[in-house]
């Protein structure tokens, strides 16, 4: 199974990962709630609740990758 | 333990003479070629001149990462074919490679997604040979790395995103796919919708910029060390930290793309809702 195959190194890539990715979510709701703001001219609002929507996916990024690397499915 | 290896049989001449024909070519391209100054976007020493420009590609020159990813392109394909040559029960040299590399491919798939992981094989064995192979040119004196440049990052990260989408779509159907968007209850699911759509959109993004990153600042940090003028130091530097340190990141970059590309396959394409949703 997994664990015998240079284990740490590859339990530091697992953990690597997650901290970009919860950054990327964040960019990426921020960048959206932008985008619609300046389709709807609504600001800030449409901005501010994207951007919670990708704090909020950055964290169920976060939940589901941990899970993943403590089944031993990563 | 009786076995005793030879100075000659473990290859330890070989290491120290490969090092200093490093070490001696990149003293003599430096010296030659070297325009004063530390310029990250200094053009590399081999390349192409630019025939491409009635297209509208700009410069004088081939840009790097095109030229060099036809390089890596050569390579790939010339080991495919002397490796699938005239092929044997029990393998010749380069037959025995590429069956290695094959073998792990497919033991890393089964193991990620199961029993039809190995129809993926074409998509993960393809961008992780290119990636390996991208990041280790680097340390090649006058090459570029072109994974280095965020455009080939970005290509090989949009191929993953879609294909895994579409294996998604094309093993569950295209509502039944986006239902797995929504979440465990259907009540929760205006506010998922939007949640899961940034978290699955998040994947390219964070997938391109991180082995962009990695490679790129590499490349940006041997190319400050090695401008230094501090007679043989910085050489040993490069010698004994960052080579080492290069070729070990350029490894563990690919393993973590090809990883993540199996997980994100992986669940797009398990059955069974309850396995991922908490």
């Known amino acids: ?24 979510a964040t960019a990426i709701g921020l960048a959206i709630g932008y985008g619609l703001d300046q389709l709807l001219s609504t600001r800030p609002w449409l901005m501010l609740l994207f951007t919670l929507f990708g704090i909020a996916a950055g964290f169920l990024n976060l939940f589901r990758e941990v899970g993943l690397i403590q089944r031993h499915r990563w | 333990m009786a076995t005793e290896i030879s100075e000659e049989q473990s290859g330890g001449k070989g290491i120290w003479a490969a090092l200093a024909i490093l070490v001696v070519v990149n003293l003599i ?11 990250l976007h200094h053009a ?11 297209l509208g590609v700009p410069g004088t020159w081939l840009p790097p990462h095109i030229f060099f990813t036809w390089v890596v392109m050569a390579i790939l394909v010339g080991v495919a074919i002397l490796g699938t040559r005239a092929l044997k029960a029990v393998p010749g040299p380069v037959q025995n490679v590429v069956e290695v590399a094959i073998e792990a491919f497919c033991a890393l798939l089964e193991q990620m997604i199961g029993k039809e992981g190995r129809q993926y094989l074409p998509l993960v064995g393809t961008a992780g040979l290119f990636i390996l192979t991208s990041n280790l040119i680097a340390n090649i004196p006058g090459f570029q790395a072109p994974t280095a440049n965020w455009n080939t990052t970005v290509a090989l990260a949009v191929t993953v995103f879609v294909s895994y989408n579409y294996f998604g779509i ?5 509502v039944k796919y986006l239902k797995h968007f929504c979440g465990p209850m259907p009540l929760l699911a205006p506010i998922m919708f939007p949640i899961e759509f940034i978290g699955h959109l ?16 590499e490349e940006s940090v041997i190319a400050i060390l090695l401008s230094l003028t501090w007679l043989v130091m910085p050489y040993l530097i490069w010698l004994g930290v960052m080579l080492p340190l290069s070729l070990f990141t350029a490894v563990v970059q690919t393993f973590v793309f090809i990883m993540l590309s199996m997980v994100y396959i992986a669940g797009a394409v398990e059955e069974g809702h309850g396995d991922e949703h908490h």
């Open chain 1, 1 to 24: 199974m997994p664990e015998n195959d240079f284990s740490v190194w590859r339990q530091m890539a697992r953990f690597s990962t997650i901290g970009i990715s919860m950054v990327a």
């Open chain 2, 29 to 39: 391209l430096g010296v030659f070629f070297s325009s004063g100054h530390v310029s």
């Open chain 2, 44 to 54: 590399p020493i081999v390349q192409l001149p630019n025939f491409l420009a009635f």
């Open chain 2, 170 to 174: 094309r093993k569950h159907g295209l």
């Open chain 2, 202 to 217: 998040a994947r390219p993004v964070s997938l391109s910029v991180r082995l962009f990153g990695n490679i790129f600042g």
